[in-house]
Nanobody, 126 residues
Framework: QLQVVESGGDLVQPGGSLRLSCVVSGFTLNYYGIGWFRQPPGKEREGISCIGLSDGDTYYADSVKGRFTISRGDAKNTVHLQMDNLKPEDTGVYYC???????????????????WGQGTQVTVSS
């Protein structure tokens, strides 16, 4: 059974940093990549970053480009999201999800995500 676990969320002041982690387990088929999306309070869900696990191709939404960095962990099924210069508008629940086809550049559409976990809360506030 596929299991996705997000962690690393916290309360941080504007300008601060956080590092989120995502671990995917129990998936018997090879999946192409892992992505992050977030759910701000009262707003639509937003696909923010994806990475291909074999080719390392990455995607960033304009809202996070230059501030967030996605990377592959030491284990094949682990991905991190380094978030720097955080802003209040980055507040929300952050989720990660694997995708099974070469859809890194369609990250923003979020249509290829297979499953996700409970999410991790990120709050940016002074």
């Amino acid at each position: 059974q596929l299991q996705v676990v997000e962690s690393g969320g916290d309360l941080v002041q504007p300008g601060g940093s956080l590092r989120l982690s995502c671990v995917v387990s129990g998936f018997t088929l090879n999946y192409y990549g892992i992505g992050w999306f977030r759910q701000p309070p009262g707003k639509e869900r937003e696909g923010i970053s994806c990475i291909g696990l074999s080719d390392g191709d990455t995607y960033y939404a304009d809202s996070v480009k230059g501030r967030f960095t996605i990377s592959r962990g030491d284990a094949k099924n682990t991905v991190h999201l380094q978030m720097d210069n955080l802003k209040p508008e980055d507040t929300g629940v952050y989720y990660c999800a694997p995708y099974g086809i070469a859809a890194t550049m369609r990250c923003a559409e979020q249509t290829d995500f297979i499953s996700w976990g409970q999410g991790t809360q990120v709050t940016v506030s002074s």
